[in-house]
């Protein structure tokens, strides 16, 4: 019997059995028991009188135990029902002067260090459990609307992205060895996406979706980059961009309301911690809105559509702020918008998820479906407030001429994509997805600021322990 199955109170008066961690224990009578279920300590209550010193001065912060008692409704205040010890057993003691988890505030920085213990915090034990009800209703969406999931490979030849930014997978010193003497007979990489064979079984599948680890080389130190990440990337067979465009919301919307559903308890406490963070920053670089107020925005409110022209002229005549422009102001048609840019049109301009599209094709990549004029392509952004860009996604390119010369234009080896161009000549069809970064997406709806708080064991550069 977990912690918050007790808290439901259908065993009042009843002798329960439980077991977790202790966070504190004071007066040699009170312990504050947690098991990870839920948010709240059970508190339990030790006749200290009737039990062995030996065993009382082994309740430490971290220690494991078993308690047998009573539940029963508390006489003090903090909690709704307690247990009357009767017998208590120390599963696995915690030397106090070592255990680096104490019961007082820890500066993220050092819980990063100590990532093996850190999900016995409140914050990230609640931040775990909105991640793993966030996977839950990923999978579950997907399913109740016709998706198979397709295993995508993490070992992989090919760059989805184009942008060379890889980690090589190799049995043999690369200075002395040739590619035929490999493991694999050829170089070979972790992927940075599944997208490319996740189109070849949409185009047998219909609908299909991969959620599974992706792996860039960039040497990126922000708190918005990891190298190794979860990506959810849905692919649809006869879906046009417009389409893709209803996906993407359809699927936000339900993800996040799932979890204000399922996770109350979690995402209040997340939001006052996030609330009590803002506070502590400047009046300019606050959130305009609060955790939960930000996660119904984007449930209740339609997505705005607008194309990255149209964007491009909004953001050239606007006036973000009356003291100062944008850092990085608009030069030109052909830019790559900031993050700043997207949250304007969002927070400011539209007050609204806004999903950009028909991009510029010089800054997107080969795959992506050219418009007739011959200068932007069918791909597509959801902006969310606060971040900036949530999604990204496109329709592909089904159009096998069009689609060898833009590789062609790009330098990308027609050879190491033979089976992706041979979708083009075998039963062609529109089609189109988009891929979100799983990371992201708990960033946002937990309302932390660095990314690497969002993942049990963060993956950075100059930095893989545990």
């Not at 034990?125 to 839950?136: E, G, H, I």
């Not at 950009?356 to 010089?362: E, G, I, K, M, V």
Request: charged share 25%; net charge negative.
């Amino acid at each position: 019997m977990d912690i918050r199955q007790l808290f439901l109170g259908k065993l009042k008066n009843q002798k329960v059995t439980v077991r977790g961690w202790v966070r504190t224990f004071r007066a040699n009578r009170f312990i504050a028991l947690n098991d990870g279920s839920c948010l709240a300590n059970l508190q339990c209550v030790v006749d200290f009188e009737q039990t062995p010193q030996e065993v009382l001065e082994e309740i430490n912060t971290g220690a494991a135990l078993e308690v047998v008692g009573l539940l029963v409704e508390s006489q003090g205040k903090g909690q709704q029902f307690e247990v009357q010890v009767e017998s208590l057993a120390v599963l696995g003691a915690s030397n106090p002067d070592e255990y680096p988890i104490q019961p007082k505030k820890h500066s993220l920085e050092f819980l990063r260090e100590k990532a093996h213990l850190r999900v016995r915090t409140n914050t990230f034990a609640a931040v775990m459990r909105v991640r793993a009800a966030l996977s839950f209703a990923v999978h579950q969406y997907f399913t109740n609307n016709g998706f198979y999931q397709v295993h995508t490979p993490i070992i992989t030849g090919s760059d989805a992205e184009g942008a060379g930014e890889m980690f090589r997978v190799t049995t043999l010193d690369p200075t002395v060895s040739s590619e035929e003497t490999d493991f694999f007979g050829k170089e070979t990489n972790l992927t940075v996406s599944g997208q490319l064979e996740a189109e070849t079984y949409a185009m047998g599948l219909g609908k299909v979706y991969t959620f599974g680890p992706t792996f860039r080389a960039e040497n990126s130190n922000t708190s918005r980059h990891l190298a190794e990440f979860w990506m959810i990337e849905p692919e649809v067979a006869f879906n046009d961009l417009d389409d893709n465009m209803d996906l993407a919301e359809d699927f936000i919307k339900s993800v996040l309301a799932n979890i204000l559903e399922n996770c109350n308890e979690d995402l209040t406490f997340l939001d006052e911690r996030f609330s009590s963070e803002e506070a502590k920053k400047p009046q300019a670089e606050r959130s305009p809105m609060g955790l939960l107020e930000r996660l119904k925005f984007v449930i209740q409110n339609e997505f705005m559509r607008v194309s990255y022209t149209d964007a491009i002229e909004i953001l050239r005549n606007s006036k973000p702020n009356k003291k100062k422009k944008f850092k990085y102001p608009i030069e030109a048609w052909g830019v790559d918008l900031q993050s700043e840019h997207e949250r304007y049109l969002v927070e400011k301009h539209f007050t609204s998820p806004v999903i950009l599209f028909d991009y510029p094709a010089d800054i997107k990549a080969f795959y992506m479906r050219m418009n007739d004029d011959g200068k932007t392509v069918r791909a597509m952004d959801v902006l969310f407030p606060g971040v900036g860009e949530m999604v990204g996604g496109s329709q592909r390119e089904e159009r096998l001429d069009k689609l060898v010369a833009r590789m062609q234009a790009m330098d990308i080896d027609e050879k190491e994509l033979w089976w992706y161009t041979d979708l083009r000549r075998f039963g062609t069809a529109v089609h189109s997805g988009f891929g979100l970064g799983f990371e992201r997406l708990v960033l946002y709806a937990t309302g932390m600021s660095n990314i690497r708080d969002v993942i049990p064991y963060p993956r950075t550069p100059l930095s893989a322990s545990f």
